[in-house]
C-alpha cells in the first residue's frame, strides 16, 4: 500500500515557475513507477509525465516537453515536477500517481496502469 500526497501548487503569473512535490508513504518507493496527470476545469485528467522506478528514464507530454521536468529522491521518498514558463493552460489540478514497476524503464503514460493516486494539487496560471 502506497499513500500519496502533493503539495506545492498555488497562484502564479504567466512565464513563472513552481515546483510540486509528492511524498509517498513506505519503505519501498525506489521499486515503483511514477507519474504526474492533471484535469484542468471541464476536461478529462490527461497526461502529464513518468519517470522510472531507478530514475533514469522519463517521458514527458508534448504540451510540457522543455517547460515541466520530472525527477525524484528515493531517498526522500518523494517525486517532483518542475514547471518553468507556466501558460494560462497549465491551470488544472495536478495529481501525482504511482504503480509497482515491472522492470527498470517502465513508464506508464496511461491513468489505467496506475494503482495508486494522490488527492491533488491545484496550480492556477494568470496572466
Known amino acids: 500500500q502506497v499513500q500519496l500526497a502533493e503539495s506545492g501548487g498555488g497562484l502564479v503569473q504567466t512565464g513563472g515557475s513552481l515546483k510540486l512535490s509528492c511524498a509517498a508513504s513506505?519503505?519501498?518507493?525506489?521499486?515503483?513507477?511514477m507519474g504526474w496527470f492533471r484535469q484542468a476545469p471541464g476536461k478529462e485528467r490527461e497526461f502529464v509525465a513518468a519517470?522510472?522506478?531507478?530514475?533514469?528514464?522519463?517521458y514527458g507530454a508534448d504540451s510540457v516537453k522543455g517547460r515541466f521536468t520530472i525527477s525524484r529522491d528515493n531517498a526522500k521518498n518523494t517525486l517532483y515536477l518542475q514547471m518553468n514558463s507556466l501558460k494560462a493552460e497549465d491551470t488544472a489540478v495536478y495529481y501525482c500517481?504511482?504503480?509497482?514497476?515491472?522492470?527498470?524503464?517502465?513508464?506508464?503514460?496511461?491513468?489505467?496502469?496506475?494503482?495508486?493516486w494522490g488527492q491533488g494539487t491545484q496550480v492556477t496560471v494568470s496572466s
Open positions: 519517470l522510472s522506478s531507478g530514475g533514469a528514464h522519463t
Open positions: 513506505g519503505r519501498t518507493f525506489s521499486t515503483y513507477a
Open positions: 500517481a504511482a504503480v509497482l514497476a515491472r522492470n527498470a524503464w517502465q513508464l506508464p503514460r496511461q491513468e489505467y496502469q496506475y494503482t495508486y
